[in-house]
């Protein structure tokens, strides 16, 4: 079992920064690769980025490639969400999510793919 938490969402002007955390509890998070999703009202939950359990390999969304980066700290069973040059479209619910994988390197993409969900924290960026 892994109880994820997020904070550090917030509102924001367009072109500004937020970083996101992502605690995790158990003593096996290190066996976990840990994504970000988010969910805007009327839309469908969308991966935005991840890494996996060993932190050395990364997946991002086209959508936030260049401006968002992801890493981790498994001592400190911790994912962190770096987003830069923040614009009004990542207004969402944005939740980090763990999935169990047999593969170091891999990062799942989809959401049916992680085990264990936090609540979100909400990021809002205004215009």
């Known amino acids: 079992q892994v109880h994820m938490v997020e904070s550090g969402g917030g509102l924001v002007q367009a072109g500004g920064s937020l970083r996101l955390s992502c605690a995790a509890s158990?003593?096996?998070?290190?066996?976990?690769?840990i994504g970000w999703f988010r969910q805007a009202p009327g839309k469908e939950r969308e991966f935005v980025i991840g890494?996996?359990?060993?932190?050395?390999?990364?997946s991002y969304a086209d959508s936030v490639k260049g401006r968002f980066t992801i890493s981790r700290d498994n001592a400190k069973n911790t994912v962190y969400l770096q987003m830069n040059s923040l614009k009004p479209e990542d207004t969402a619910l944005y939740y980090c999510?763990?999935?169990?994988?047999?593969?170091?390197?891999?990062?799942?993409?989809?959401?049916?793919?992680?085990?264990?969900w936090g609540q979100g924290t909400q990021v809002t960026v205004s215009s």
């Open positions: 158990g003593r096996t998070f290190s066996m976990y690769a």
């Open positions: 890494i996996s359990r060993s932190g050395d390999s990364t």
């Open positions: 999510a763990a999935a169990f994988t047999n593969s170091a390197r891999r990062v799942p993409g989809k959401v049916a793919e992680y085990d264990y």
